[in-house]
């Protein structure tokens, strides 16, 4: 059989642990012996990560916006434990959080639904996609506890150095909390576009909410500026497409959420996307049949799984014991990244095949076999609890069959 040609590289960043060992399987017995994989690649693993200073994320960031495409391995965000682990120079930075820096990314999850997996909400029918805005809020806060007898005011100095100041309380009866938070227009700018071009990219509705009515000037601000740039450079995008753009309080937003059937991207302010993003995970039945893309407001794509390093069962796998671990999040980040290629270089044949494999994929799990997760998940009557190889040798049967 001949191989599937790859036009342009793609950008393979390998991680750490149980998911990169699952990496490795992925490529030897479903894509490498299809695919003539073309890929730039560069070695996220923690160690490699140490001896180049960190240098290889930077470097693994720049060819993504060279090449446009990207597919990411779990990898270890660093904490004091694995400083010892790995006889760290330095405690680095979480990888993903480097690299969204610098493609100014959005990132937004969708579960992969499978039958005898069902959604907690019996009204979810198709996946719901979170985006959570990444930058500032309450993640970039300053707080104060502030003593009875004080008074508090928000004091900005202008570019002039006048300044302008608006009382938060007088502390007069009691002592109490304060807390500063910012957003900048440039930040939300970005993640209304990155929302808008995936809204077009996956053809699907755009949910935004936020709490206007109460935050009349902070929130308000998020909603104008989505408007904004939906009026002035997607509406006739999303007419033509065939999708709307819908702007609604939190609060309603969120009992539409649960009537609803799902198929739509939801956009989230960082704190209800950090809250929403475990809810919705959670219902849908497993953090290891989550997908997360990164993309940034020029239309730079990153793919990879939502779920971590699964450290426990490397363990396990170090000690020659055998795995079941997961790997279907892992699988659909490279076939997120191969489709998008091929649409990118119009390779019509790399897309077929993405399509294929996901298909084999969710066959496979529907057919009864399935890792140890999922098996205690399943509705399905006739179910097998298979390897972590085994699972991916079942895909490659149903794969082959289906290519012929
Ligand atoms: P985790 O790797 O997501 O695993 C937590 C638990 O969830 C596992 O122990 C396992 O439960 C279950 N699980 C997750 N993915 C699974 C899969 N594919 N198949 C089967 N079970 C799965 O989270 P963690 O243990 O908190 O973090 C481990 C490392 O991952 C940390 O060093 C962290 O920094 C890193 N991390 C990286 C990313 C990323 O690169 N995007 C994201 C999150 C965490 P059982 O043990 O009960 O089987
Ligand atoms: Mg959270």
């Known amino acids: 059989m001949e191989k599937i040609q790859m036009k342009t590289p793609l950008v393979e960043m390998d991680g750490d642990e149980m998911t990169r060992i699952i990496w490795k399987m992925i490529k030897d017995i479903l894509l490498l012996p299809y695919v003539d994989l073309k890929t730039e690649y560069y070695d996220l693993g923690l160690e490699h990560r140490n001896e180049t200073d960190d240098q290889v994320t930077l470097d693994s960031a720049e060819a993504t916006k060279k090449y446009g495409v990207a597919v990411k391995c779990a990898t270890i965000t660093p904490n ?21 820096a610098a493609l100014d990314g959005t990132v937004f999850r969708s579960p992969i639904l499978v039958k005898g997996i069902t959604p907690y909400i019996p009204t979810w029918k198709k996946p719901i996609c979170i985006a959570r805005h990444a930058y500032g809020d ?8 502030v003593q009875q007898g004080s008074k508090a005011e928000l004091c900005v100095t202008k570019p002039d150095g006048t300044e302008e100041r608006s009382l938060i309380h007088d502390f007069g009866k009691s002592d109490g909390i304060i807390q500063g938070i910012h957003n900048l227009d440039s930040s939300i700018g970005s993640f209304a576009r990155a929302c808008f071009n995936y809204a077009l990219d996956q053809k ?3 949910w935004f909410a936020t709490k206007d009515t109460i935050s009349k000037k902070y929130d308000h601000r998020f909603k104008d500026i989505f408007q904004q740039i939906f009026d002035s450079e997607y509406k006739e995008k999303f007419e033509a497409a065939g999708i709307t753009y819908f702007y609604t309080l939190i609060d309603d937003a969120v009992a539409r959420v649960i009537r609803s059937e799902g198929g739509y991207i939801w956009a989230c302010k960082n704190y209800d996307g950090d809250v929403m993003s475990d809810m919705i995970a959670t219902a ?13 407001p020029d239309g730079v794509y990153e793919y990879e799984a939502a779920h971590g390093t699964v450290q426990r069962h490397y363990y396990k796998h170090l000690k020659g014991e055998v795995t079941s671990t997961n790997s279907v999040a892992t699988l659909f980040a490279w076939t997120g990244a191969l489709r998008k290629r091929g649409e990118l270089d119009g390779t019509p044949a790399l897309c077929d095949f993405a399509d294929k494999l996901e298909k084999a994929t969710i066959q496979t799990i529907e057919d009864g076999v399935m890792t140890g997760d999922l098996y205690l998940l399943s509705t399905l009557e006739n179910k097998t609890k298979v390897s972590t190889e085994e699972f991916l040798r079942e895909v490659d049967k149903r794969l082959a069959a289906m290519i012929g």
């Open 80 to 100: 004091a434990a694995r400083m010892t682990e790995y006889n760290l120079k330095e405690m680095w930075k979480s990888p993903n959080g480097t690299i969204r």
């Open 138 to 145: 309450v993640y970039k806060n300053t707080e104060m506890l």
């Open 204 to 206: 699907l509705d755009l």
């Open 284 to 296: 849908f039945g497993s953090l290891a049949m989550m997908t997360s893309v990164l993309v940034s």
